[in-house]
């Protein structure tokens, strides 16, 4: 199993830019797939990127796709999500997630959230 602690959310102005990161506990954290996801009150959970076992592989929304960088750090064991050129819209909660398996939207073990506001 892995436990995930996200941090680096906060509130940023328009334009603006964000690294929120994710730190598993374990020591299989370079063969599970990652993802970050966000959410807000009411809304459904949305995927914002993913990438496979060693960064090679990855999937942007396209709401965010040429704003934001999923990466990964192995021997560290951290998630990055790099969020740039940030909108009013990007404000939510933003939770990372592991899985064994590869997918888009199907992940097993998730952190508890970090939330970022974008003011404009």
């Known amino acids: 199993q892995v436990q995930l602690v996200e941090s680096g959310g906060g509130l940023v102005q328009a334009g603006g830019s964000l690294r929120l990161s994710c730190a598993a506990s374990?020591?299989?954290?370079?063969?599970?797939?990652m993802a970050w996801f966000r959410r807000a009150p009411g809304k459904e959970r949305e995927v914002v990127a993913t990438t496979n076992w060693n960064g090679i592989i990855t999937y942007y929304a396209a709401s965010v796709k040429g704003r934001f960088t999923i990466s990964r750090d192995n021997p560290k064991k951290i998630l990055y999500l790099q969020m740039n050129s940030l909108k009013p819209e990007d404000t939510d909660v933003y939770y990372c997630?592991?899985?064994?398996?590869?997918?888009?939207?199907?992940?097993?073990?998730w952190g508890q959230g970090t939330q970022v506001t974008v003011s404009s």
């Open positions: 374990g020591r299989t954290f370079s063969t599970y797939a």
């Open positions: 997630a592991a899985d064994k398996v590869y997918s888009s939207n199907l992940y097993n073990y």
